[in-house]
């Protein structure tokens, strides 16, 4: 079953345990140790270096604002005048005056503002404190052994991140959320037969990885300048295990999602309307060997989609009306050998998508109805099947943009 140590045990130990995997326990020590080193504290110039430069900044502004009403008034010179009169010496008086106000002024300017920000700083150091206490129990929690008890710690890191007092903090406790999902995990069917606590203990923390899922799936859904949304951070699910989920009508935009290792083995992973806008959506050598996972009307509208060296080899995946509009779709030397992998309706409208050297072996792949209009989509060096839908009838054109494997053209009629 899964195993999760508490912040004590982790900070104890220099290198990772040999027998972790992707997104284990030394991932979540790393980022411990980078949520320690983050803050290096408020860094402030010299009060004298600010007063000297404050003061020539207003001398050279005021010089410029003089010479310029001065040439806009046309004046040729200043009349010379043989006596200081006492109204002149007055106005001298004034000018002194003014001028020692004015530097006086500027002075305080720069002490209110210096105190500001150290008040300010203060004021964030005090919340990242109280952040730090915080997140310490809930991590704490998640090394309970009470299924319920870890409930309680993935819930507070939710809250946690949702009032953390900068962006840095709010993708420690995703990233340290995203790492549990990480963590070794017993399938359902690798449990040993006829063991009902070992059943039990498997649902109740399957219930505590669905709820991580469900609580990043609220926040993907809120709107991006929402003060909870969780739109922009990077979510690493590297090597995670998934045995079902709903990350239905998420909006996944303006960072890295990263499923590369990650393996589809059971339930059903709900996609379906989903979008993928950011930079790099990562399927890098994923594995869908079973249950269901349904991509359906998902829209991959930026960057790069990298589904290369997947494996799809049981259960069903479904890309039924899926977009992929504006962004490069790479699925090179995808291995496609069993199961059902479904591309009916998809949309390729720009970007470039590839299935070089992929390979169709076995299973049912179709892309029945599918529209290419825009950019290319080339599957030079595909082997195996020829995909179902995909290549045109004898004697009908190919849609522009499409490669095809000579051996996959239809005979000439």
């Known amino acids: 079953m899964i195993g999760f140590k508490g912040p004590d045990e982790w900070s104890r130990h220099a290198e990772p345990e040999p027998a972790q995997g992707p997104g284990g326990l030394s991932c979540v020590r790393a980022l411990l140790s980078r949520r320690r080193t983050e803050r290096r504290g408020l860094r402030l110039w010299n009060v004298w270096i600010v007063l000297p430069a404050a003061f020539l900044t207003a001398i050279v502004t005021a010089a410029g604002v003089f010479f310029m009403v001065w040439a806009l008034l046309g004046a040729q010179g200043l009349e010379p005048e043989p006596h200081v009169t006492a109204k002149t010496l007055f106005d001298l008086v004034k000018l002194s005056l003014g001028a020692v106000a004015g530097a006086s002024a500027l002075v305080a300017l720069v002490v209110a503002y210096r105190r500001q920000r150290v008040d300010e700083d203060g004021a964030l150091r005090d919340a990242t404190r109280l952040h730090t206490e915080r997140f310490t129990t809930a991590v704490a929690q998640l090394g309970e052994e009470s299924a319920a008890v870890r409930l309680g710690g993935v819930h507070a890191l939710a809250g946690l991140a949702d009032d953390a007092p900068t962006r840095e903090l709010r993708q420690t406790c995703i990233d340290v959320l995203c790492a549990y999902l990480g963590l070794p995990y017993t399938a359902e069917a690798d449990l ?41 951070h ?10 079902g989920g709903d990350l239905s009508r998420v909006a996944f935009s303006g960072s890295t999602i990263d499923f590369s290792e990650a393996t589809f083995s059971g339930g059903t992973v709900n996609l379906r309307y989903a979008t993928f806008s950011g930079h790099l959506v990562n399927f890098f050598r994923a ?50 050998s069993g199961g059902h992998v479904n591309f009916t309706g ?20 179709t892309f029945e109805n599918a529209t290419f209009c825009g950019g290319t989509v080339d599957f030079t060096g595909a082997r195996g ?8 009838l004898s004697g009908q054109p190919a849609p522009s943009g499409l490669t095809l494997p000579s051996a996959w053209h239809p005979p000439a009629s």
């Open 346 to 365: 998809a949309t390729f409208s720009g970007g470039g998508s590839t299935f070089f050297r992929a390979m169709f072996s076995g299973g049912e792949v």
């Open 287 to 336: 594995a869908f060997t079973g249950g269901e996972v349904d991509f359906g009307g998902a829209a991959f509208c930026g960057g790069t989609v990298d589904f290369s060296e997947a494996r799809f080899s049981g259960g069903t995946v479904g890309f039924v009306a899926t977009t992929f509009s504006g962004s490069r779709a790479d699925f090179s030397e995808a291995a496609f």
């Open 385 to 392: 099947d020829r995909p179902q839908g995909l290549v045109p």
């Open 192 to 232: 040993p037969p006829n063991d009902v606590d070992a059943r039990h203990a498997y649902l109740a923390l399957r219930q505590v990885r669905h709820t991580i899922i469900r609580l990043i799936r609220d926040h993907l859904r809120l709107a991006a300048d929402h003060p909870h949304s969780w739109q922009g």
């Open 234 to 243: 990077d979510l690493n699910f590297t090597g995670v295990v998934f045995d």
